[in-house]
């Protein structure tokens, strides 16, 4: 084969080579901007917003936490869910990390939720102390991770930021004091 019909000692075969290099170059950029949640054959991201945390274990140099996650499924086919990883970010600094191997299949445009355990270190748990010292009671945060979807290699990313409005209440049917989150914001 000839590049316009002059070939000098394989000279050719190089400006092939660099055409053939350029193009697979641009496919996989393209297939790049596209996104882990187009390979596995969604329109969107899954959307997950914190609707409620509470403390389950506190010892010294770990705690633990139960979050209530909802899921949100904007796309017409169903979410068939065995794995999540997730990081709980607290104004700007992580705050807890967990994994959960519930299954769950999530209906096209349906949505659930899920309890989900997370875990912070002392350090982390001292971040967020000092952190809420200084809070006005608006707290900025972040759920970030990635969902394994049943028959499908990729894993698909999530990511949700709000604000919450921090309130102590004493619920009386319950006789103890709790954290509630109320989402005031989301992107």
């Not at 193009?23 to 596995?40: D, Q």
């Not at 010294?60 to 796309?75: C, F, G, M």
């Not at 990883?85 to 990390?97: M, P, Q, T, V, W």
């Amino acid at each position: 084969m000839t590049y316009l019909g002059i070939c000098f000692s394989g000279y050719c075969h190089k400006i092939f080579a660099s055409i053939h290099r350029r193009w697979i170059l641009l496919a996989l950029m393209v297939l790049g901007l596209s996104g882990c949640t187009g390979l596995a054959g969604l329109d969107e991201p899954p959307r997950i917003n914190l609707v409620n945390i509470r403390p389950v274990n506190i010892n010294l140099l770990e705690q633990r936490y139960l979050i209530t996650a909802r899921i949100q499924n904007p796309n017409p086919v169903p979410l068939a869910i065995v794995g999540l990883e997730y990081r709980l970010g607290i104004n700007g600094k992580s705050f807890a990390d967990g994994v959960s191997n519930q299954h769950v299949t999530i209906a096209g445009y349906g949505e659930k939720t899920l309890d989900l355990g997370i875990r912070s270190t002392i350090m982390q748990m001292f971040e967020q102390i000092k952190g809420l010292s200084e809070s006005t009671g608006q707290v900025a945060y972040n759920i970030q991770g990635h969902l394994r979807l049943r028959d499908v290699s990729v894993k698909v990313p999530f990511e949700h930021r709000g604000e919450v409005d921090l309130r102590f209440t004493k619920d009386p049917r319950k006789h103890s004091a709790e954290l509630y989150f109320q989402s005031i914001t989301a992107s």
